[in-house]
Nanobody, 119 residues
Framework: QVQLVESGGGLVQPGGSLRLSCAAL????????MGWYRQAPGKERELVAS???????KYADSVKGRFTISRDNAKNTVYVQMNVLKPEDTAIYYC?????????????WGQGTLVTVSS
């Protein structure tokens, strides 16, 4: 079974930067798409950014121009570089992946990493 290992969360000041990493661990699989979602207290979970195997990207309007998603296919890893962070970016960030094992299409979620933007 594929597992997602997230890292990079923590406390950062407004205007600061943070980079989150998510590595897909396992064997015999190929990634179709990976992305980051976030959920703040009392709010619904939302897509932050995603990237497909073909390199197509999507961003939430609230982060476009500040966040950049990228991938390292050799390492099965996705990154999101988060710049000019705002307090409203505070949330638990979850990595997500869609992948194939032979002809089976599957989805997996990471456990989440907390990002806190505060002075």
């Amino acid at each position: 079974q594929v597992q997602l290992v997230e890292s990079g969360g923590g406390l950062v000041q407004p205007g600061g930067s943070l980079r989150l990493s998510c590595a897909a661990l396992g064997s015999g699989f190929s990634i179709e798409a990976m992305g980051w979602y976030r959920q703040a207290p009392g709010k619904e979970r939302e897509l932050v950014a995603s990237i497909t195997s073909g390199g197509n990207t999507k961003y939430a309007d609230s982060v476009k121009g500040r966040f950049t998603i990228s991938r390292d296919n050799a390492k099965n890893t996705v990154y999101v570089q988060m710049n000019v962070l705002k307090p409203e970016d505070t949330a638990i960030y979850y990595c997500n992946a869609h992948y194939w094992i032979e002809v089976r299409w599957l989805e997996v979620w990471g456990q989440g990493t907390l990002v806190t933007v505060s002075s």
